[in-house]
């Protein structure tokens, strides 16, 4: 079975410019998450999709942040324009969930290889 | 307050012996509990997951939880070099199943 694929793996820009981010999730997975990790930190959620729904986007910096996952498959992010600060790994995970005996619960989350963000 | 809290280390073991990995949560209810590990330029990969009191084992990794104290641990037995690396825990709460919370992660250095 393939895993959560990322792409780019790399990417350096120059502040103000745009830059975008594909993540394909495990296939049958339901939620969808992309996380930002600065180093030394665990990751920080940005936003969570359940099928093609954002449920929790409250750490998403709106003003330059933007997410979309058409179709509830595949997901891309984007920043415009981006900051110095926004260095860091963009990782992508994704997970499944279901109802057992009338309670929710969920599988694990598997991540992608992530994205590695320079802004120069 | 952090949800979820970790020792950032380093820990530093030597080659074959036990090592120990703490975390401790904010108290919510609880649902389930998840080590992973990441190297060093790598994304986490799934060591364990735990969801009742106790122990539980795969290998030579051993997962605890203790619901009551709110803390969840990580003994790794007979520690290899290439065990050497972050250790994240994390936690999702059972009235947002959905959602995960990650500790700032143990660096574990094994010495040969």
């Known amino acids: 079975e393939a895993g959560v694929v990322q792409s780019p793996r790399y990417k350096i820009i120059e502040k103000k410019q745009p830059v975008a981010f594909w993540c394909n999730p495990i296939s049958g997975h339901n939620t969808l998450y992309w996380y930002r990790q600065n180093l030394g930190q665990g990751p920080e959620l940005l936003i969570r999709y359940e099928n093609e729904e954002a449920v929790d986007d409250s750490q998403l910096p709106k003003d330059r942040f933007s997410a979309e996952r058409l179709k509830g498959v595949d997901s891309t992010l984007k920043i415009q324009p981006a900051e110095l600060g926004d260095s860091a790994v963009y990782l992508c995970?994704?997970?499944?969930?279901?109802?057992?005996?009338?309670?929710?619960?969920?599988?694990?989350?598997?991540f992608g290889p992530g994205t590695r963000l320079t802004v120069l | 307050q952090k949800e979820v809290e970790q020792n950032s280390g380093p820990l530093s073991v030597p080659e074959g012996a036990i090592a120990s990995l703490n975390c401790t949560y904010s108290d919510r209810v609880s649902q389930s509990f998840f080590w992973y590990r990441q190297y060093s330029g790598k994304s986490p990969e799934l060591i364990m997951s735990?969801?009742?009191?106790g122990d539980k084992e795969d290998g030579r990794f051993t997962a605890q939880l203790n619901k009551a104290s709110q803390y969840v641990s990580l003994l790794i037995r007979d520690s290899q070099p290439s065990d050497s690396a972050t250790y994240l825990c994390?936690?999702?709460?059972?009235?947002?199943?959905?959602?995960?919370?990650f500790g700032s992660g143990t660096k574990l250095n094994v010495k040969p």
């Open positions: 994390a936690v999702n709460w059972g009235y947002n199943f959905n959602k995960f919370y």
């Open positions: 995970a994704s997970s499944s969930y279901g109802w057992t005996s009338g309670r929710a619960s969920t599988d694990t989350q598997y």
């Open positions: 735990i969801y009742s009191n």
